[in-house]
């Protein structure tokens, strides 16, 4: 019952590499079925997102007898060269795979320290695997674990939660005045590559409408259709910011392009309803004096960065207690693991016995011709009785007490201290 | 006098503002639902001390100043609780629990007033202070609200976010739980005084319609209801309005105190 994860990621791999070892789901069956159909695994889950594809598993025999063939497997299943896939694989065993896997719910291993999207990207492996029946007993607790950690981390500490791009940071502090987008609009200024990024935040976010102004009405047009908002006329300001809580300026201008008193226009018309400005252009599209004007947010592209270098250091300095996390559940997956072997190695005993039992009455009853066929079977079921005693009691204390588990260290020394290769559960 | 439940309600009153705290600090949302039971569990201990404190002394909670503090922080505690609950909002907890816990212990710790019992009794008087104390802890509320607002939007507009800013409410938010807090306190303060009036008149000329406490509670009648207008519908929402309803506060506890104690002669405290 030993677990082993052979994988790459973004730490080992560059993304050429990483690019040809990534499964599809088609894949990700295919190789499950094999790697079982093989006898390399008796349990199999893929894990593979953008970076990192890993193969966990459960092999029948010892975990590092089975590493050589994962990996070869591995190389064939994606025709590359072994010799060049061995460089970027990493091999973990028990409780070193188990910890990586909670480590990677839990967004610790992730190429963007704490981010959320792994944690979905697991839950679907899992959910993929075990509705093909690749997974088992030890490695369904395995994902359950794992499933656990990821929202713990999410839940109990601040990893996850402050925003670690530009983009993003301006959504989340729109988000500081206005609570839920949901019900707000937005209008973007500019129609590159970064307003689509904070395009896609807000829509991630929920906004409720979404405006679009542009000097090139075709390319507002595209960014528009693409996410579901209208394009207003270049230079409406009036009509523009007169409904808009949030608004995305990035153009290619020499000078501000939302002058003051364009703003303050606007604000009168608007009652003074709250407007949060995200200047992302440089030079500067908002004349920073703005910025004054009463219930105005102006944030540019420097004030957000060194909100994303102090969201940085405060995900950083979270990461002890979500190490925490992990490592406790990684004690609490190895005691059920150790429980598990522990009752199954008992179970094993008690066969033993029953068999030598059998051998050893028939053995010693023998020369005792003087014996009923009556006290045969009574002495036979004194013995059960005996037998039986000696190994419920230690099962049933097994089963019941956490401590006594985790003071059994090694169970494999027990079994070779009983049992013959032949008689290992 | 037994003191359980003193003891017990001062100890979940410390626990969840301990976790209210953390809550804060860590941004952990077990913290946050363990301060929200604590202060629970603290509203029905506190209860019971009053009940008992009250049975003591053999007289309503709100005989003296320091019942009527007592009183005051329970249904502070209250209005807090049930604006939590409707907003879905915890990160306030930590600012409002120590005006609970300062209130709760500085009653509780002084002796009790030996006073002659008031002229007027009965369940219409009992309401009328009950829902005045009632309003001025939402007020007391809607001041918190209004402070954390005004801070957390200086730290907002100077671009100082630092770790707090990401676990304070939104600004809309605390303006509408402010709101929330105002609009408790006007309909409480509305017929409690006019039930304090339906109580004078009752005492047949024992009191004077002209009291200086009558104007000053009239007087923040209407400033608190200018207050609620304002925030919501004209250029005043925002940093204004809340520097109105900290202003507005300041004339509750001026009515509170120097009205209360020295220029009124028939209201003992509140």
């Known amino acids: 019952m030993e677990i082993v994860l052979v994988g790459l990621n973004h730490r080992t791999a560059p993304v050429e590499v990483r690019e040809r070892v990534s499964f599809n789901a088609e894949q990700t069956r295919r190789a499950a079925e094999e790697l079982r159909a093989r006898g390399i695994l008796e349990e199999t889950l893929v894990l593979s997102t953008c970076n990192r594809s890993e193969v966990y598993g459960v092999p029948p025999e010892s975990s590092h007898e089975c590493a050589p063939g994962l990996s070869t ?297 003087h014996l009923s066929e009556t006290d045969r079977a009574h002495v036979e079921k004194l013995m059960d009785e005996m037998l039986e005693k000696l190994l419920l009691e230690p099962a049933e204390r097994l089963r019941g007490e956490k401590e006594l588990r985790r003071k059994i260290q090694n169970v494999e020394a027990l079994r070779d201290l009983f049992l013959s290769n032949r008689e290992k559960p | 006098m037994n003191h359980l439940f003193p003891i017990l309600t001062a100890l979940a009153y410390l626990l969840s503002f301990g976790m209210y705290a953390r809550f804060l600090g860590t941004g952990n949302k077990l913290t946050g639902r363990l301060g929200t039971l604590f202060l629970g569990l603290g509203l029905i201990a506190h209860y019971f001390a009053l009940l008992e404190r009250s049975r003591g002394l053999h007289t309503v909670p709100y005989h003296d100043l320091y019942g009527s503090m007592s009183l005051f922080g329970w249904l502070l505690a209250l209005t807090y609780l049930g604006l939590e609950l409707y907003h879905r909002q915890r990160s306030v907890g930590a600012f409002v629990l120590p005006f609970i816990l300062v209130f709760f212990l500085a009653a509780d710790l002084a002796p009790a007033d030996r006073l002659s019992p008031p002229a007027a009794h009965g369940a219409t008087f009992a309401f009328h202070v009950t829902l005045s104390i009632l309003a001025y802890a939402a007020f007391a509320l809607a001041f918190v609200l209004s402070l954390i607002f005004l801070g957390e939007e200086r730290l907002l507009r100077s671009h100082k976010l630092g770790n707090m800013v990401w676990r304070l409410p939104p600004l809309e938010l605390l303006e509408r739980m402010s709101q929330s807090s105002v609009l408790v306190g006007l309909v409480s303060i509305a017929i409690g005084t006019a039930l304090g009036f339906v109580t004078v008149d009752r005492l047949e000329g024992q009191h004077s319609y002209f009291d200086l406490k009558y104007v000053i509670t009239l007087l923040l009648l209407v400033l608190y209801t200018v207050y609620f207008f304002l925030a919501r519908t004209t250029a005043w929402r925002g940093a204004r309005a809340s520097k109105l309803c900290v202003f507005n506060f300041l004339i509750v506890v001026l009515n509170f105190t120097v009205v209360g104690f020295f220029l009124s002669h028939s209201h003992r405290y509140f």
């Open chain 1, 73 to 369: 497997f591995l190389s064939e299943f994606h025709s590359v060269r072994s010799d060049v896939l061995s460089l970027s694989l990493y091999h973990h065993y028990d409780r070193e795979a188990v910890r990586h896997l909670f480590r990677v719910a839990a967004g610790l291993d992730s190429m963007l320290l704490g981010e959320a999207e792994i944690l979905g990207q697991v839950r679907e492996a899992y959910r993929f695997a075990h509705e093909h029946g690749a997974t088992g007993p030890v490695l369904n607790r395995l994902f359950q674990g794992a499933l656990e950690v990821g929202k713990r981390v999410r839940t109990e500490t601040e990893l996850g939660t402050r925003p670690m791009s530009v983009a993003s940071a301006g959504v989340k502090l729109a988000e500081r005045i206005f609570g839920k987008l949901n019900e707000r609009k937005a209008l973007v200024l500019g129609a590159g590559t970064i307003s689509e990024q904070v395009v896609s935040h807000l829509r991630d976010r929920g906004i409720a409408q979404l405006q679009v102004m542009n000097r090139s009405r075709d390319r507002a047009d595209e960014l528009a259709k693409q996410f579901g908002g209208k394009v207003v006329g270049w230079g409406e300001w009036d009509t523009a910011l007169l409904s808009p809580d949030v608004v995305v300026a990035s153009v290619s201008a020499e000078e501000p392009v939302l002058r003051r008193e364009i703003v303050a226009r606007a604000m009168a018309a608007r009652g003074n309803r709250a407007l949060f400005l995200m200047d992302l252009g440089v030079p500067r599209n908002i004349d920073p004096s703005v910025g004054e004007l009463y219930n105005v947010y102006v944030y540019n592209t420097d004030d957000l960065s060194e909100i994303v270098q102090q969201n940085r250091n405060a995900r950083e300095s979270e990461v002890p207690r979500a190490q925490g996390i992990v490592d406790e559940h990684v004690t609490k997956f190895l005691s059920w693991q150790a429980s598990v072997e522990l009752v199954g190695l008992v179970d094993a005993l008690r066969t033993k016995m029953r068999e030598e039992r059998a051998s050893f009455i028939r053995s010693r009853m023998e020369p005792m011709k």
